[in-house]
Nanobody, 126 residues
Framework: QLQFVESGGGLVQPGGSLRFSCAAS????????IGWFRQAPWKEREGVSC???????YYADSIKGRFTISRDNAKNTVYLQMNSLKPEDTAVYYC????????????????????WGQGTQVTVSS
C-alpha cells in the first residue's frame, strides 16, 4: 500500500523555521515528482512547491526565497525547509506524488497528484 508519513509540523513564532519530512512507504520515490500543498481555514488548497524526479524545483511566489524543497532518495524522503515563517503560512501542509510530468505551469494543480499524505498542521503565531 502506497502511503506517506509526514512529520515536522507544530507551533512556531513569526520569523522562525520548521522542516517538514515526507517519507514514503510501499513505493520508492525516485520516479515520482513530489509536491507540497497547504490549506488554510476557509481557503482552497494551495500548491507551495514541487521537486521532480530529475530534481527540478518549483515554488509559489508566496514562499519563494523562504522555503526550500529537497529530496533524499536513499531515505525515500522529501523535505520542505521553511524559514522566515509568517502568520499567513499557517495551514495544514500535505505532500503528494505524481508519476507523470510536472512543470512550472502545472505543479500547483492538486488534481494532477495521485497519492496524498495525511497532512500536518503548522501554526505561526506569537
Amino acid at each position: 500500500q502506497l502511503q506517506f508519513v509526514e512529520s515536522g509540523g507544530g507551533l512556531v513564532q513569526p520569523g522562525g523555521s520548521l522542516r517538514f519530512s515526507c517519507a514514503a512507504s510501499g513505493f520508492t520515490l525516485d520516479s515520482y515528482g513530489i509536491g507540497w500543498f497547504r490549506q488554510a481555514p476557509w481557503k482552497e488548497r494551495e500548491g507551495v512547491s514541487c521537486i521532480t524526479s530529475d530534481g527540478r524545483t518549483y515554488y509559489a511566489d508566496s514562499i519563494k526565497g523562504r522555503f526550500t524543497i529537497s529530496r533524499d532518495n536513499a531515505k525515500n524522503t522529501v523535505y520542505l525547509q521553511m524559514n522566515s515563517l509568517k502568520p499567513e503560512d499557517t495551514a495544514v501542509y500535505y505532500c503528494a506524488s505524481r508519476i507523470a510530468g510536472i512543470w512550472s505551469y502545472n505543479f500547483r494543480n492538486a488534481g494532477l497528484y495521485d497519492y496524498w499524505g495525511q497532512g500536518t498542521q503548522v501554526t505561526v503565531s506569537s
